[in-house]
Structures are given as structure tokens and as C-alpha cells.
């Protein structure tokens, strides 16, 4: 870790090497960069994000199914989905 003193000496050394005159210049680059770099990490995440809910969601649906007695092998998501809410309004409507 960097401290106090070794940051300073750091920010002196650019001082020299760049001047009073580039250092608002430098530092506005280095904002939008580190600005745009978390903008493109947000992203990447929130593309996840709903992928991830879907998967969870269709093992949802999976284990709700079997628990029930339907067969989930070779069936799309949304085909156990229908059979699973036919099979709870026909408990429904026998209860």
C-alpha cells in the first residue's frame, strides 16, 4: 500500500515532468478513463445478470415440475411450464 509520503513524492515527480500547466489536462484523462472503464464494467455485468435469472428461474420451474410427477426430459422450459400450471389447476379444482 502507498502512503502519504510516497504519494506525495509520486505527485511531485509528475509535477516536474509535466508541469502545472498539463496536470488539470492529465487529470481530466485519467477521470474519463477510469469513468469509462466502470461504464464498461456496469455493462458487462447487467448483461450477465438477466441470463443468470433466467437459468435460475428455468431450475425453478424444473424442480417445481418434478416434485409434481411430470416428466421433464426432452421438454423446452416453456412446455414443463404449461404442464405445470395445468397440474396446479387441476390440484385446485380437486381441493
Do not use: C, H
Amino acid at each position: 500500500m502507498i502512503g502519504y509520503g510516497e504519494l506525495l513524492i509520486i505527485l511531485f515527480i509528475i509535477l516536474l515532468l509535466f508541469g502545472g500547466k498539463k496536470l488539470p489536462e492529465l487529470a481530466r484523462s485519467l477521470g474519463s478513463a477510469v469513468r469509462e472503464f466502470n461504464k464498461s464494467s456496469k455493462v458487462e455485468y447487467e448483461e450477465e445478470k438477466p441470463q443468470k435469472k433466467q437459468d435460475e428461474e428455468a431450475a425453478a420451474i424444473i424442480e417445481a415440475a418434478k416434485r409434481m410427477g411430470i416428466e421433464t426430459e426432452g421438454k423446452s422450459i416453456k412446455e414443463i411450464a404449461e404442464e405445470l400450471v395445468k397440474a396446479t389447476e387441476r390440484r385446485a379444482q380437486k381441493a
